[in-house]
T-cell receptor, first 115, second 113 residues
């Protein structure tokens, strides 16, 4: 089983639609979780951190279910500018203090929002 | 604040040739990462430095890849000799503390013919 698995996509949705991305992770030691966004031929950029039971940022809502080792990202009222690849990322924090974080990225799910 | 700088942005070489990439992290960032992103995949960590020491190079193909971070600032990643399957974008990232402060550079797109 891959360490981080995402919906394969691609997703094509009309403007204003609600779209959900799903992600599962295999390592129960994973401590923190993120969604990154990557535009075509650009570098990944942090979209949201997902801590404890999840969080919301405007039109974006991230949820975490530790028992099921499942993370989701919901985009409401999608915009043309939301078109990008969404990467699910998990981190296994070090046992002791320090910055030896190991981020593992999923393959990403491509979203295209159509006018 | 200046971001992570990488050069070159693009490189085309023939297989069995050597190539080197350079990264300058955000000022003051102690941790530096090199990732390989193959088309259609997520970034895969190759090596992680804390200041000038290596903390994780478990996924670095050490028979052909090498990296160094002299003086705990700039870093270079080298491939010698290159193979066709090394065609990818090589991303450098840096962070000062926790994982949610990790910033990526624009990447170097390598094509091996």
């Amino acid at each position: 089983r891959k360490e981080v698995e995402q919906d394969p996509g691609p997703f094509n949705v009309p403007e204003g639609a609600t779209v959900a991305f799903n992600c599962t992770y295999s390592n129960s030691a994973s401590q923190s979780f993120f969604w990154y966004r990557q535009d075509c031929r650009k570098e990944p950029k942090l979209l949201m951190s997902v801590y404890s039971s999840g969080n919301e940022d405007g039109r974006f809502t991230a949820q975490l279910n530790r028992a099921s080792q499942y993370i989701s990202l919901l985009i409401r009222d999608s915009k043309l500018s939301d078109s990008a690849t969404y990467l699910c990322v998990v981190n296994r924090e070090p046992n002791s203090g320090g910055s030896n974080y190991k981020l593992t990225f999923g393959k990403g799910t491509l979203l295209t929002v159509n006018p | 604040e200046a971001g992570v700088a990488q050069s070159p942005r693009y490189k085309i070489i023939e297989k069995r040739q050597s190539v080197a990439f350079w990264c300058n992290p955000i000022s003051g960032h102690a941790t530096l990462y090199w990732y390989q992103q193959i088309l259609g995949q997520g970034p895969k960590l190759l090596i992680q430095f804390q200041n000038n020491g290596v903390v994780d190079d478990s996924q670095l193909p050490k028979d052909r890849f090498s990296a160094e971070r002299l003086k705990g600032v700039d870093s270079t990643l080298k491939i010698q000799p290159a193979k066709l399957e090394d065609s990818a974008v090589y991303l450098c990232a840096s962070s000062s503390a926790g994982p949610d402060t990790q910033y990526f550079g624009p990447g170097t797109r390598l094509t091996v013919l």
